[in-house]
């Protein structure tokens, strides 16, 4: 469960209490695009951003004439909640420890040799998040014998709650 996001533009307030996996992989795509610090590319995706978490129920328009105090306050609470609570379950997801990668007299030669591939360092932390969030979702439809349709409607807390709970005890039953 999550806490209430509102905004009220066009007259009335729309709210979510809930983010399904298809809001959350949307969320995660547009953050993967966002790769701008100029403010007006910001606040395009931020707008973007609570089209599709509210279910497109407001155009551009009313999202430009809405109070600023109320679209700051859903668009933080928004990234609040997609980041510090739904990326943290989906990053705890399977117990894992770091791997240290050491260094090498040779990592420099391997790099400019094309032995090794030092690109994954610099890559966009929501791609990589993107690609997780798909292997989830196949996991989810294998484990829930749904359809990827019925898999993006599901609560994402809900089925990562359960992915953990089918994880952590997969080995009890053999």
């Known amino acids: 469960m999550i806490p209430e996001i509102e ?4 007259g009335g ?32 995706f931020n707008k973007k951003i609570i089209q599709e978490i509210f279910g497109n129920r407001m155009s ?12 700051l306050t859903a668009v933080k609470g928004i990234h609040f909640i997609m980041q510090n609570v739904i990326s943290e ?3 705890t997801l ?8 050491e260094e090498s007299a040779f990592d420099e030669y391997d790099i400019e040799n094309g032995y090794e591939d030092d690109s994954r360092e610099d890559e966009n932390p929501w791609k990589i998040c ?19 349709s019925q898999c993006m ?3 994402i807390i809900s089925l990562l709650e359960y992915l953990k709970f089918e994880l952590d005890t997969v080995n009890e039953n053999q």
């Open 13 to 44: 307030t729309v709210f979510i209490n809930s983010v399904t996996v298809g809001q959350y992989r949307k969320y995660v795509r547009l953050m993967e695009k966002n790769g701008s610090d100029r403010i007006t590319d910001t606040m395009f």
């Open 130 to 148: 993107g690609e997780v969030l798909d292997r989830v979702i196949k996991a989810a439809i294998r484990l829930l014998k749904s359809s990827y």
């Open 60 to 71: 551009f328009a009313e999202l430009g004439a809405a109070e600023a105090a109320d679209f």
């Open 94 to 101: 399977v117990d894992a420890e770091p791997v240290e990668r």
């Open 153 to 155: 409607e599901e609560d």
């Open 89 to 91: 379950k989906l990053l």
């Open 7 to 10: 905004i009220t533009c066009g």
